[in-house]
């Protein structure tokens, strides 16, 4: 299995609080990507990395923020987190030229 | 922007065949994936088309037809451990053209009864 680590696993966070998500990946891997998962909707891009410091906006970026200073790390911040917000967030990673991404385990994100 | 369609729901029977299909709406298209997520897990790969035809892995197929934008995976020898959800995906080239972007369906459930 790829080595791809989310954290946290869970959070509780009150309206208004700033949240990083943190995906971590051991394969070295060009490509990384937020999603969230609602009921109804699937998976939702947020953001995506095709390399360090390069990033571009998915389907649903409002709200949201990212940074890549390493090739292993891709962080996802909520600057205000809103009750919207509430989710399951997935990472996911690819390498240059693959056609598999692999996904972490997921976060699960309430925001009360 | 992007935009794909499939089914949100598919029922079959144990030892059926079931055909999940994939319609889409993209720019700078490079190809289809298809991923198969169990409740509570996270999605895991299935099969990519890049180009025209049909790509088997085992029991699972995949089909692409690029001139009309469309696609899908055919599920042979259903178990009932193929009960899952299962996203069509596109491979598609970003705003700014430097990177590629995967944008997801909103994924289709397959109940598989005995």
């Known amino acids: 299995d790829a080595g791809i680590t989310q954290s946290p696993r869970h959070k509780v966070t009150e309206t208004g609080t700033p949240v990083t998500l943190r995906c971590h990946q051991t394969?070295?891997?060009?490509?990384m990507y937020w999603y969230r998962q609602d009921p109804g909707h699937g998976l939702r891009l947020i953001h995506y990395?095709?390399?360090?410091?390069?990033?571009d906006k998915g389907e649903v970026s409002d709200g949201y923020s990212v940074s890549r200073s390493k090739t292993e790390d891709f962080l996802l911040t909520l600057e205000s987190a809103t009750s919207s917000q509430t989710s399951v967030y997935f990472c996911?990673?690819?390498?240059?030229?693959?056609?598999?991404?692999?996904f972490g385990q997921g976060t699960r994100l309430t925001v009360v | 922007g992007q935009s794909l369609e499939q089914p949100s729901e598919v029922t079959a029977v144990e030892g059926a065949i079931v055909q999940i299909n994939c319609t889409y709406q993209?720019?700078?298209?490079?190809?289809l994936s298809w991923y198969q997520q169990h409740d509570g897990g996270a999605p895991t790969f299935l099969s990519y088309?890049?180009?025209?035809g049909l790509e088997e892995t085992g029991r699972f197929s995949s089909f692409l037809s690029r001139s009309d934008s469309y696609g899908y995976l055919l599920l042979q020898e259903l178990q009932m451990k193929d009960s899952a959800s299962y996203f069509c995906?596109?491979?598609?080239?970003?705003?700014?053209?430097?990177?590629?972007?995967?944008?997801f369906g909103k994924g289709t459930t397959l109940s598989v009864s005995s």
């Open positions: 996911a990673t690819a390498g240059t030229g693959d056609t598999e991404a692999f």
């Open positions: 394969e070295n891997h060009r490509y």
């Open positions: 990395s095709y390399g360090v410091k390069d990033t």
């Open positions: 993209t720019s700078g298209f490079y190809g």
């Open positions: 088309n890049a180009l025209d």
């Open positions: 995906a596109v491979i598609a080239g970003g705003r700014n053209q430097a990177g590629t972007a995967l944008i």
